[in-house]
Structures are given as structure tokens and as C-alpha cells.
């Protein structure tokens, strides 16, 4: 059974940072890409960010682009997106998700999320 | 604001169909066929439930099926059963890289 778990979402300032994690199980991981997609309150999801199978290539949305940084650990199983220069708009759920078969197009399964809370 | 335009809401009553639209732009759902759409009951993970506009993933019921013209997309629900109550996202690839959602639908099965 695919498994994907987050951690590390706490209350931080603004300015701070932070490092999630999505320790992955049931699925071969270095077999696929890997999202981070975040919804904030009362808003739509948003995606956030995607890392090739073997983390040669990342990709990042114009919001978060030169502030966040996604990364993995294939021998981990794991993984990650370290956040910095944290704004109150940064305040989300944040979900990584597996990329359905080839395609890094569509997201097959998504954790339950870490919550992260950007307040002074 | 997202950045695919989902109605609120939408109600339908059992055995009913109901049709959720998306509509995006020339950069994304006009531009590819890989529009996708989610599934995400309270509490829940979304579910992928149609990817390249109209295909089915295993396991997910042939009353779900998906359609794109020009730059707006929709996905049917035939049949509405009451486990179909739940919120809908849409997603498309867009230039550059990038994905974008939908707001979101919250259906209603009356």
C-alpha cells in the first residue's frame, strides 16, 4: 500500500524557516517525480513544487521560486522541501504527492499533510 | 485567486448528472490535454479520478467521465449517488513548467 506521510509544519515568524519532510513506503520512490502541493485556508490547492526521479531537475512556482528548495534522499525514501524567507502568505497544508506512472503530470497519491502556520 | 475558474457549488439530486467546469487559459487548459481532475472527501487525501481530460484511472467508476473545449474543461458525474458528495479540484500543466489548480467544487447531493 502507496503511504506517504509529511512532517515538520509548526508556527513560525515571519522571515523564518523550516524543512518538511514525506518519508514515502509502498512503492518504489526513485521510480517516480515527486510534488509538493499546499492548499491555504479557505483557498484552492496550489502546486508548489516538482523534483525529477533522481533529483537532476526541479521545478518551482513563481511564488516560492528562490525561497523554497525541494530535495530527495532515494536510499531514504524521502522527501523534502526546506522553506526559508517565510511570508503569512506561506501559512498552508502542505501535501507531497506522487506522480501517477511516467507522467509528471497527475498526482496519484498525496499524504494527509503538514500544517504550516507563518505568524508573528 | 486560483488560477482555473470552478463554480462554488453544484447540487444534483441521486441518479442525476451534474457537470463541473474549469476554465483556464491559452497557457494551460488550452494548451495541453493534460487536465486532470481530483476527488476529496472531509478530512481526506484528493484522489486523482480523470488525467488527460478524459481518461480513467483503475478502480475509478465509469460515471466520472471528462471533456475539454478550447480553454474550458468539465468533468461529468452521471448517475450521482450520494458518495459522490464531496469537493472537486481540477489541474492543468502550464507553460513554463508549472501547475495550476482550480478553486475547487463542493457537490452537493440533495
Known amino acids: 500500500e502507496v503511504q506517504l506521510v509529511e512532517s515538520g509544519g509548526v508556527v513560525v515568524q515571519p522571515g523564518g524557516s523550516l524543512r518538511l519532510s514525506c518519508a514515502a513506503s509502498?512503492?518504489?520512490?526513485?521510480?517516480?517525480?515527486m510534488h509538493w502541493v499546499r492548499q491555504a485556508p479557505g483557498k484552492g490547492l496550489e502546486w508548489v513544487s516538482l523534483?525529477?526521479?533522481?533529483?537532476?531537475?526541479?521545478y518551482y512556482a513563481d511564488s516560492v521560486k528562490g525561497r523554497f528548495t525541494i530535495s530527495r534522499d532515494n536510499n531514504k525514501n524521502s522527501l523534502f522541501l526546506q522553506m526559508s524567507s517565510l511570508r503569512a502568505e506561506d501559512t498552508a497544508l502542505y501535501y507531497c504527492a506522487k506522480t501517477y506512472g511516467s507522467s509528471w503530470y497527475y498526482f496519484d497519491y498525496w499524504g494527509p499533510g503538514t500544517l504550516v502556520a507563518v505568524s508573528s | 485567486q486560483s488560477a482555473l475558474t470552478q463554480p462554488a457549488s453544484v447540487s444534483g439530486s441521486p441518479g442525476q448528472s451534474i457537470t463541473i467546469s474549469c476554465s483556464g487559459t491559452s497557457s494551460d487548459v488550452g494548451a495541453y490535454n493534460y487536465v486532470s481532475w481530483y476527488q476529496r472527501h472531509p478530512g481526506k487525501a484528493p484522489k486523482l479520478m480523470i488525467y488527460?481530460?478524459?481518461n480513467r484511472p483503475s478502480g475509478v467508476s465509469n460515471r466520472f467521465s471528462g471533456s475539454k473545449s478550447g480553454n474550458t474543461a468539465s468533468l461529468i458525474i452521471s448517475g450521482l449517488q450520494a458518495e459522490d458528495e464531496a469537493d472537486y479540484y481540477c489541474s492543468s500543466y502550464s507553460s513554463r513548467s508549472r501547475w495550476v489548480f482550480g478553486g475547487g467544487t463542493k457537490l452537493t447531493v440533495l
Open positions: 523534483i525529477t526521479w533522481d533529483g537532476t531537475s526541479t
Open positions: 509502498g512503492f518504489t520512490f526513485d521510480d517516480y517525480a
Open positions: 488527460d481530460v478524459g
